[in-house]
C-alpha cells in the first residue's frame, strides 16, 4: 500500500476515534453529573438537601416556565439561571424531571399561563430616549400528578433553588408540620408584630397561635412551639404545659426579650416573664444585661444645628452586627450576617445533665461588653476601648437530648382553671422526663417581629430554627445560601497602623527591591563578560 494511503487512513481513523470516544462521553456524562463550584458556599451548586429531595421523586415532575424572550435588564438574564439550575436538578432526579420553556405571547399560550394564575407583568424598557413598557411573563409552575404548585413571579434569583425546592418537597410529602405560637401575655401575635413571620412560616407550616390559659394541654399535633417575647408573667398551668410539651418530645424556641426599651425617652425597664426557673432547671439562663459591641449598626440621629435640624448616621453599640456563628448547627451553619437590636447574654453557668447537648448558636465580637441597669442607651453616648473588655458573649444557645421535668419532685401541680372545666377531656399525666428534645434560647425575641422586615437574615435564622426542630435537614442549607455582605471584623488600632503603611509603604519598597537585585545581576554578568 502506498506510503500516502496509509497516512490518510491512518488520519481518517484517528478522526473517528476521536468522534467515538466525544461521543461516548456525552454519552456517559448525562448520567454521570459534576461541576466545579469555587464560591465560599457552593452557591451555584444544588445543595445537599435539593438533590436529596429530587432523587426521592418515583413520579414524572414536570416544570413549566413561562418566561417571555428578551426581557430587559435585569431579568434578561434569570431565563439562563433558571434553566442552568432545572439541568441541575434533572441530573439527580434520575430522569423524574422535565421541563420546557415558553413564550405565552410568542406561542399563544397566554391564556395557559393565566389558567396557573401565572399573570402578565409590565417591564420598563428605555429605547429611542424614552421609558417604554413593555408586557412580559416570568413565573414557574410544576406539576406532579394531580398536585401543582405556582411561582407566579420569580424577582429575583437569589433564593431561586430554594422556592423551587420547596414547591418540590411540598408536591411530594404527604403531611405539613405544624407549629404553635404563644399568646396572651403580651407576645405580639399574628395580627399585630408578627404578621410577616406568619406570612413566611405558612408557605411550608401550619401556624396557630394559642393561649396556654385555655388549653388542658397542647396540641399532639404541634411539633414546634415559639414563646416570642412575652412581656408579662406566665402564670403556673402556662408554664407547667410547657414543661410537659417538652417531655413529651415536643420542641421549643424561647426568644425573650430582657428588657422593654423605649430609645427615644431613653427608658430601660427590666421584664420578669416567669420563664427563668423553667429554663434554669433545663441548664440555661438569661442574664439582666445588655450586650454592647463596636462590631455594630449605624443609625439616624437627629441633631439641632441652631434654627435647623440635620440628620446623621452615627454607630450605636447596641445595635450589634453578629457575624460569629458555629458552624457546626444547621441553624446558623451558613449565616454570615444577623442584626439586632438590643440583645441580653445567656448565662451557661447551669448545669445540664450527662445526657444533654449545650451549644452556643451565636456570639458577640471578640471586643464587646455588656450593660446592667441603670444603662444610658442615648446614641450620643462617647464609648471608650475599657467599654468593651468581654469577648464572645453568648446571644443564642441550643440545647438537645435528655431533660427532667421542672415539676419532677413537686407534690402539688398547678391546678387548670381556664373554661373548659366543666368539660371531660382528661388531663394528660405528668411526664418527669425526655430523653429526645431540642430547645433554642436567644436573649432578644423583637428580631422576628414586624420592625425587621427589610431584615431578612432574621426570618432566615426563624425559618431554620422552625425547620431544625420540627426535621432534621429540612431546607435550612438551601435558604441561608445566597450572596451576603461579610461583616469586617473590628481589629486593633495597632493593626490598623501596620495595614496602613504596609499598604503605603510596601509596594515602593519591593519595586526598589527587584530593582536593586536586578542591577546587582546586570553588574555580576558585565563583570563575568570582561574577565
Not at 405539613?176 to 407550616?205: H, R, V, W
Not at 424556641?253 to 430582657?258: G, K
Not at 451549644?359 to 462617647?382: A, H, N, W, Y
Not at 471584623?489 to 527587584?514: A, C, F, H, Q, W
Request: a negative charge.
Amino acid at each position: 500500500m502506498p506510503k500516502d494511503v496509509k497516512t490518510k487512513s491512518a488520519a481518517g481513523m484517528l478522526i473517528l476515534i476521536v468522534l467515538a470516544t466525544v461521543v461516548i462521553l456525552n454519552l456517559i456524562s448525562i448520567n454521570l453529573f459534576s461541576r466545579a463550584d469555587l464560591t465560599d458556599d457552593n452557591i451555584y451548586s444544588l445543595a445537599e438537601s435539593s438533590r436529596e429531595i429530587v432523587a426521592a421523586l418515583n413520579d414524572r415532575l414536570t416544570v413549566k416556565a413561562y418566561i417571555t424572550d428578551d426581557l430587559p435588564a435585569p431579568h434578561n438574564g434569570d431565563a439562563r439561571y433558571l434553566k442552568d439550575l432545572l439541568d441541575d436538578y434533572r441530573a439527580y432526579s434520575h430522569g423524574y424531571i422535565h421541563y420546557e420553556f415558553i413564550d405565552p405571547a410568542k406561542e399563544n399560550k397566554e391564556e395557559e399561563a393565566m389558567g396557573y394564575r401565572i399573570p402578565p407583568l409590565q417591564f420598563n424598557v428605555f429605547r429611542n430616549d424614552k421609558t417604554e413598557f413593555i408586557k412580559g411573563y416570568k413565573g414557574v409552575v410544576l406539576i406532579y400528578g394531580d398536585k401543582q404548585e405556582v411561582l407566579p413571579f420569580i424577582e429575583n434569583t437569589n433564593n431561586l433553588e430554594y422556592d423551587l425546592s420547596r414547591a418540590i418537597m411540598k408536591l411530594t410529602s404527604a403531611e405539613i408540620p405544624k407549629i404553635g405560637f404563644t399568646m396572651g401575655n403580651g407576645e405580639p401575635d399574628m395580627s399585630e408584630g408578627l404578621q410577616t413571620a406568619y406570612q413566611i412560616l405558612q408557605k411550608e407550616f401550619r401556624v396557630q397561635f394559642m393561649n396556654l390559659e385555655n388549653l388542658k394541654y397542647i396540641p399532639e399535633d404541634i411539633q414546634a412551639l415559639f414563646v416570642v417575647a412575652p412581656e408579662s408573667e406566665l402564670n403556673d398551668w402556662e408554664l407547667y404545659l410547657i414543661d410537659q410539651f417538652i417531655m413529651r418530645g415536643g420542641r421549643v424556641a424561647f426568644l425573650l426579650n430582657r428588657f422593654a426599651i423605649d430609645i427615644r425617652q431613653g427608658l430601660v425597664t427590666p421584664i420578669d416573664n416567669g420563664l427563668d426557673k423553667l429554663l434554669n432547671s433545663y441548664g440555661i439562663g438569661l442574664k439582666e444585661q445588655i450586650v454592647v459591641d463596636p462590631q455594630c449598626n449605624m443609625i439616624p440621629v437627629t441633631r439641632d444645628m441652631g434654627q435647623f435640624q440635620m440628620q446623621s448616621m452615627v454607630r450605636y453599640p447596641f445595635y450589634l452586627a453578629i457575624s460569629s456563628f458555629n458552624p457546626d448547627i444547621s441553624i446558623v451553619k451558613d449565616i454570615k450576617r444577623l442584626d439586632v437590636l438590643f440583645i441580653s447574654p445567656l448565662d451557661l453557668d447551669y448545669p445540664t445533665l450527662p445526657e444533654t447537648d449545650r451549644q452556643v448558636l451565636f456570639s458577640s465580637s471578640e471586643q464587646s461588653g455588656k450593660r446592667g441597669l441603670p444603662v444610658d442607651i442615648s446614641p450620643e453616648k462617647r464609648y471608650e476601648a475599657s467599654d468593651f473588655t468581654d469577648k464572645n458573649l453568648p446571644l443564642g444557645a441550643v440545647l438537645t437530648g435528655k431533660f427532667t421535668s421542672f415539676y419532677k419532685n413537686h407534690e402539688k401541680l398547678p391546678e387548670y382553671v381556664g373554661p373548659d372545666t366543666l368539660s371531660e377531656t382528661p388531663i394528660p399525666a405528668k411526664i418527669d422526663s425526655t430523653l429526645d428534645s431540642r430547645i433554642v434560647v436567644i436573649g432578644n425575641g423583637a428580631f422576628v417581629t414586624d420592625d425587621y422586615r427589610r431584615n431578612a437574615g432574621s426570618f432566615v435564622v426563624m425559618l431554620n430554627i422552625a425547620d431544625w426542630m420540627t426535621q432534621d435537614k429540612g431546607l435550612i442549607s438551601i435558604r441561608s445560601k445566597q450572596v451576603t455582605a461579610r461583616t469586617l471584623k473590628v481589629i486593633s488600632d495597632g493593626s490598623k497602623r501596620l495595614v496602613k503603611y504596609t499598604n503605603m509603604l510596601g509596594m515602593p519598597l519591593v519595586v526598589v527591591l527587584l530593582g536593586l537585585i536586578r542591577w546587582q545581576f546586570k553588574r555580576s554578568t558585565r563583570r563575568a563578560r570582561s574577565v
